[in-house]
T-cell receptor, first 115, second 112 residues
Framework: DTAVSQTPKYLVTQMGNDKSIKCEQNLGHDTMYWYKQDSKKFLKIMFS???????INETVPNRFSPKSPDKAHLNLHINSLELGDSAVYFCASSKEVKGLNQPQHFGDGTRLSIL | DAKTTQPTSMDCAEGRAANLPCNHS???????VYWYRQIHSQGPQYIIHGLKNNETNEMASLIITEDRKSSTLILPHATLRDTAVYYCIVRVDQGGSEKLVFGKGTKLTVNP
């Protein structure tokens, strides 16, 4: 009954490769996010989508391209992976309720290691 | 940049109340205070949020000062499973979507 699920949980790959991380939520939420947590444990937002539309894009290199086929899915594709991309990537979702703050629900992360 | 400051680390004895402080002196009138925690190797977990009034749920209580410049998260009976990094966040609005800006948080260690 996982609410926000990410796959894969671990991803080890060579520099220069292209990889994708998938995220699915079964909460019926309207908004989905990608966050990156680096080796110093800082969590920073990368993107958010609301009903398949890009809302937030936080100065992330063009090599990162989010794709939302429907509002329950937000995948992250990364081209030409670099050493600095090694991090834990978290997907999250929240319900959009006008005028009301709604908490975000996070997945358990994808640990990406670039060799 | 995060709009909050928290102590880097705290210790608490199992069964005791854990009181985690947070300063947010530049908070705007319509900004909420959120608390999340991150247990090792897991995704952040929502705990509680509030605007002006004190709030309580099954996990914790949130006490916000009258001037709203600081708040305290209270775990009434801390257990070993409450060992985690606790983040105090002021909610930032951007285009109608909720953007969370995480600071360094407080690493709470609950000791037996």
């Amino acid at each position: 009954d996982t609410a926000v699920s990410q796959t894969p949980k671990y991803l080890v790959t060579q520099m220069g490769n292209d990889k994708s991380i998938k995220c699915e939520q079964n909460l019926g939420h309207d908004t989905m996010y990608w966050y990156k947590q680096d080796s110093k444990k800082f969590l920073k937002i990368m993107f958010s989508y609301n009903n398949k539309e890009l809302i937030i894009n936080e100065t992330v290199p063009n090599r990162f391209s989010p794709k939302s086929p429907d509002k329950a899915h937000l995948n992250l594709h990364i081209n030409s992976l670099e050493l600095g991309d090694s991090a834990v990537y978290f997907c999250a979702s929240s319900k959009e309720v006008k005028g009301l703050n709604q908490p975000q629900h996070f997945g358990d992360g994808t640990r990406l290691s670039i060799l | 940049d995060a709009k909050t400051t928290q102590p880097t680390s705290m210790d608490c004895a199992e069964g005791r109340a854990a009181n985690l402080p947070c300063n947010h002196s530049t908070i705007s009138g319509n900004e909420y205070v959120y608390w999340y925690r991150q247990i090792h190797s897991q995704g952040p977990q929502y705990i509680i949020h509030g605007l002006k009034n004190n709030e309580t749920n099954e996990m914790a209580s949130l006490i916000i000062t009258e001037d709203r410049k600081s708040s305290t998260l209270i775990l009434p009976h801390a257990t070993l499973r409450d060992t985690a990094v606790y983040y105090c966040i002021v909610r930032v609005d951007q285009g109608g979507s909720e953007k969370l800006v995480f600071g360094k948080g407080t690493k709470l260690t609950v000791n037996p």
